[in-house]
């Protein structure tokens, strides 16, 4: 279920060797993909992780978007496979579900999942890199098993414009779940809920 290392050097993404990490040799054509969405458009966005992963729905309109349901996905399972098959069924439920808010149903008809290109800043070992790049895989073959609409967009699209200046990681998790609650009205569980809000956000907005 995992992405190979010729998928990630295809898109520009720092692959992991024996010993450690070396460039891809072939730089990204397209780093950043993703389709004007239409006004009405229902918009699954994901912050995808193999131990917790930010999601929220929302809906574009000619103003603001509109958050419907946001959580974070905690995949059951001891072992890594166990995790990613919880994972990707859970995803899938999310795609293919009907959700209903102030007698109005809402469901998917698009989905974006975060995926850095070219970069391997935040992963402090390959394994952790080659973890993530399996959640990323399955967050994105489950929205397409579900017949939704497709895009990718890598963290410094969307924390360029939001969080301007602020390089810690530390920071950024504070500056996301602020921007969330100030954007949406509730507390985010975590930075993994918050970011899957704000890549919502920020992709209805274009």
């Not at 935040?122 to 394994?127: D, I, L």
């Not at 699209?157 to 990681?169: D, P, V």
Request: with cysteine.
């Amino acid at each position: 279920m995992g992405i190979s290392a010729s998928l990630f050097e295809s898109a520009g993404v720092i692959v992991p060797s024996r010993r450690g990490y070396k460039p891809a040799k072939k730089k990204p054509a397209a780093p950043i993909e993703w389709d004007a969405l239409s006004e009405g458009s229902i918009l699954l966005a994901i912050d995808p992780a193999s131990a917790a992963a930010g999601w929220a729905l929302m809906e574009k309109t000619e103003r603001d978007p509109k958050l419907i349901f946001s959580g974070v996905i905690r995949p059951a399972g001891r072992e890594e496979l166990g995790k990613m098959d919880d994972l990707a069924k859970q995803v899938h439920e999310l795609a293919t579900r009907t959700f209903r808010l102030n007698g109005f149903d809402y469901k998917p008809t698009d989905a974006v999942v975060e995926m850095p290109f070219g970069a391997g800043k935040g992963f402090s070992n390959p394994r952790a890199l080659n973890v993530y790049a399996r959640a990323v895989g399955v967050c994105e073959a489950a929205c397409s098993l579900a017949g939704l609409s497709m895009n990718r967009i890598e963290p410094a699209s969307w924390k360029s414009s939001m969080m301007a200046g602020i390089r810690k990681r530390d920071a950024q998790k504070r500056r996301s779940m602020f921007l969330a609650k100030s954007l949406f009205g509730i507390t985010p569980i975590d930075d993994n809920h918050s970011d899957a809000m704000l890549i919502g956000y920020f992709l209805c907005m274009r």
